[in-house]
């Protein structure tokens, strides 16, 4: 049963976050992104659980590495957190069709534009809690390419409602988690794009497949509508471009129907290629992944969870 809110706090808390994001929007956006780094800088001294947890993490992930190594990893990703905070309420105001090109290079991106232009094909993009995973959607909304994207809502239904708002703004639409079955399957049916961020823990419903080495719980809704509408799935990201508003959005991998047709079991085949698909984006630049989140929580049956997971 989920906790009662306090409406009272959460008028407050909506209300504090847009002043000082009016109070930000003083300044430039990339003077704000050197303050956000200085936060996420103090998250990381004093936020010691979800600080061990990325070490935990990075240690599994990247062995051959030195502490070192992982701590400057593990602040970075604290740092990235907060730089997407301020990039999301900065996106409306600088990407729109006449700048977008000043601050997005579209790497690897022609067979993606060719498949998006192909209408009444149906498509699935995904990527990871990789760089600013929001701007994907927005950029390709913003070139006239709608996409329907599955999010988890807000806690403070005033902060949600704004906030979806501004992801929205050009036409791309944010559908919730709880009930988000029934307006995919009507957007794969009319032939549209939906786009998933692909790699959380999938509990014990998942399907384990590999990534960074060890097996990880992954949603096999994504692999089943794949082989349902018979569609490609593209596996994109958004990487960050020297700490500034500038990025990189590319395509990592891109999976055809035919790819998996002839396969023992399509469903491991489909996802197991986009996990490692989304692994090589991270290993691009390992500090702007999401270490902090418990990607390996949920074990196979038989294996205890290590600390931190």
Known sequence: MPKERND???????????????AMH???????????ALVGDCMYLVDRKHRERAMHNL?????AMTDRQHRYLARQCTRQIVMLAIEVLFTT???RLDTYARYCELENFDEVLRLLLKRGQGLIMLTGHYGNWEILGYVLATLGFETTSVARPLDNPYLNEW??????????KIVGKK??????????????????IADQNAGSKGIFVDFFGRKASTYKSIGLLAMHYNVPVVIGYARRRDGRFRFSLGVQ?????????????????????YSKGIEDVVR????????????WKTRPKGEEPEPYD
């Open 163 to 172: 906030i979806m708002g501004v992801r929205e703004r050009h036409g791309q």
């Open 253 to 273: 991998d891109v999976i055809y129907p035919h790819d998996w047709k002839n396969q023992d079991n399509p469903l491991y085949y489909i996802t197991q290629r």
């Open 284 to 295: 691009g630049d390992p500090g702007q992944y999401l270490w902090l989140h418990r990607r």
């Open 8 to 22: 009272l706090l959460d008028r407050i808390t909506y209300l504090g976050v847009r002043l000082v994001s009016a």
């Open 179 to 196: 009930g988000a079955t029934g307006e995919v399957t009507d957007v794969l049916d009319r032939g549209g794009v939906v786009g998933f």
């Open 59 to 63: 240690r599994r992930s990247f062995p």
């Open 26 to 36: 003083c300044f430039p956006v990339d003077a704000n992104l050197r303050t956000a």
């Open 93 to 95: 105001r600088l990407i």
